[in-house]
């Protein structure tokens, strides 16, 4: 079924981890609430990507699949976060999350 | 040997994006980089031969779910301070590496739809055999990603309102 894949499998992956870290890196510096939302959209499509690259080095359609129900995965968790971003900044008047880490506010 | 060209280009244009909206200050022009990276991956995406997932990424990912991010950053900035901010944030050199990455993408597709789809790599899956599997096999896991949007709508629903800020002093 696969056709020699000319795109080196390690390569696509090796981007893919790159990428993955660069959105780790956003959530553990970054202190504002946005940057940090940004930053996991940025692990998720490098994760959705994984699964592209593996369907595209077998030649099936599973991978495609998986990168769709990630992408309800993303949008469920961007509404759920700008929700909770939006209550965070009506009671602290701040982005900043470090000023929401006591569990009693 | 083309294919291999595009996609180590998409691929340079995606990390460098990612790392600058990682690393910018201002949440508007983060968010303009991020959506660059997002049309790099759905290049890379067209060109691992996955078409459907490019278009899904440009659509759902750099359109819908970028909207909700302007909206919210809309909604934070308001005021005569957000006015200057826009002032402050429209400057014309902000927009020239977006641009410039812009432009690369849009060179790099218009090359790739007038090449033949021998610039693609191995095989093209395309959205019949897709969409074949997704109500096969995979129809509970659709059921699944219903429902969870359908929660995921709820618990926005909810965490948007503003009774709960009111009950702050009594029940927090």
């Known amino acids: 079924m696969s056709v ?3 795109i080196p499998m390690e390569h696509g992956l090796l981007l893919a981890a790159i990428l993955f870290s660069i ?3 956003g959530v553990m510096v970054r202190r504002n609430i946005i940057f940090i939302l940004m930053s996991l959209e940025i692990m998720l499509n490098a994760c959705a990507m994984v699964f592209i690259i593996a369907g595209a080095h077998w030649g099936q359609a599973d991978g ?15 509404a759920v976060g700008l929700g909770l971003l939006l209550q965070v900044f009506r009671r ?4 900043d999350i470090d000023k929401a880490n006591r569990m009693r506010g | 040997m083309i294919q291999l060209g595009l996609f180590y280009m998409a691929a340079t244009i995606t990390v460098v994006a990612s790392l600058l909206a990682v690393t910018r200050y201002n949440a ?7 959506i660059v990276s997002l049309l790099g991956s759905a290049i890379i995406f067209y060109v ?25 950053i809309m909604m934070l900035n308001l005021g005569a301070a957000g006015v200057d901010n826009e002032h402050q944030w429209l400057q014309p050199r902000m927009w020239i590496i977006p641009s410039l990455l812009c432009l690369l993408l849009l060179a790099e597709i218009l090359f790739l739809l007038n090449t033949s789809s021998h610039a693609l790599s191995g095989t093209v899956v395309g959205p019949k055999v ?16 219903s429902m969870l949007l359908l929660a995921g709508l709820v618990g926005a629903y909810h965490l948007g309102r503003r009774y709960l800020l009111d009950m702050r002093g009594e029940s927090l």
Do not use: K, R, W
């Not at chain 1, 769709?68 to 993303?74: D, G, H, N, P, R």
């Not at chain 2, 508007?28 to 991020?34: F, G, K």
């Open chain 2, 28 to 34: 508007s022009h983060a968010l303009i980089y991020l």
């Open chain 1, 64 to 78: 495609q699949i998986m990168f769709m129900l990630i992408l309800s995965v993303a949008a469920a968790e961007v």
């Open chain 1, 4 to 6: 020699a894949l000319t």
């Open chain 1, 23 to 25: 959105g780790l890196l």
């Open chain 2, 48 to 72: 691992l031969g996955a078409p459907f997932a490019a278009v899904l990424e440009v659509l759902i990912y750099a359109g819908a779910i970028m909207v909700l991010f302007v909206f919210v």
């Open chain 1, 92 to 95: 602290f008047d701040s982005l």
């Open chain 2, 130 to 145: 897709v969409g074949i599997e997704l109500f096969g096999p995979y129809v509970l896991a659709v059921e699944i990603a």
